[in-house]
Each structure stands twice: as C-alpha cells, then as structure tokens.
C-alpha cells in the first residue's frame, strides 16, 4: 500500500529556508503526482504545489509563487518542496499527498487519496 512521510519541518526565522521531503513507499513515484498541502491552526487546508508524474509540470498556489519550488527524484521516490524568503504566514502543518492525477489549475479540490502524517513548519522569529 502506497505510503508518505514528510521530513523537514521545523523552525526558522521570517526570511529563512527549509526543504521539506515526501518519501513514497509501496510504489513507484512514475504513477503518481504529488501535492503539497498545508494547515494553519483555525484555517482551512489549502493546496501549495503540485507535480505532476507524467512531465514533471508544476501548479503553485499564488501565494508561495516565485518563493517555493517543488521537485522530484523518482530515483529515490522522493518529492522535496524548497521554501525560501519565508514569512510566519507561511507558519502551519505541511502535508504531502498522492494520487493518479495531472497537476492543472483544480488540482487541489480534487479529493486526493493518499496523505502523510505531516510536519510542522513555524516561521518566527
């Protein structure tokens, strides 16, 4: 059974990076785009980038464009979400999910199958 873990959470200041990764386990990467999501304590889970398995193509929530990119090593089954010039909106538990789906302009509300447990990200200075 398809599996993700997320790694790289933690605490930086306003303006700093992290690169947070979502390993799969249980299949192939080849099959299947990845999502990035996160959840804000009294807030809404929102999309914040997605990668498609099939050309690689990329959505990023308005929000983190130009700040965070998303890439993937299908030979290590491993999907990373690079954030820089951080903000402590940015602040929430970030969460990875996958499904058989290409990455296009609704690809959030789309009701994802797989999902991590997720890690904690707090910008804070």
């Known amino acids: 059974q398809l599996q993700l873990v997320e790694s790289g959470g933690g605490l930086v200041q306003p303006g700093g990076s992290l690169r947070l990764s979502c390993i799969v386990s249980?299949?192939?990467?080849?099959?299947?785009?990845i999502g990035w999501f996160r959840q804000a304590p009294g807030k809404e889970r929102e999309g914040v980038s997605c990668?498609?398995?099939?050309?690689?193509?990329?959505v990023y929530a308005d929000s983190v464009k130009g700040r965070f990119t998303i890439s993937r090593d299908n030979a290590k089954n491993t999907v990373y979400l690079h954030m820089n010039s951080l903000k402590p909106e940015d602040t929430a538990v970030y969460y990875c999910?996958?499904?058989?789906?290409?990455?296009?302009?609704?690809?959030?509300?789309?009701?994802?199958?797989?999902w991590g447990q997720g890690t904690q990200v707090t910008v804070s200075s």
């Open positions: 999910a996958a499904d058989q789906i290409y990455c296009s302009g609704y690809v959030f509300s789309f009701p994802w199958d797989y």
């Open positions: 249980g299949t192939t990467l080849d099959y299947y785009a």
């Open positions: 990668i498609s398995s099939s050309d690689g193509s990329t």
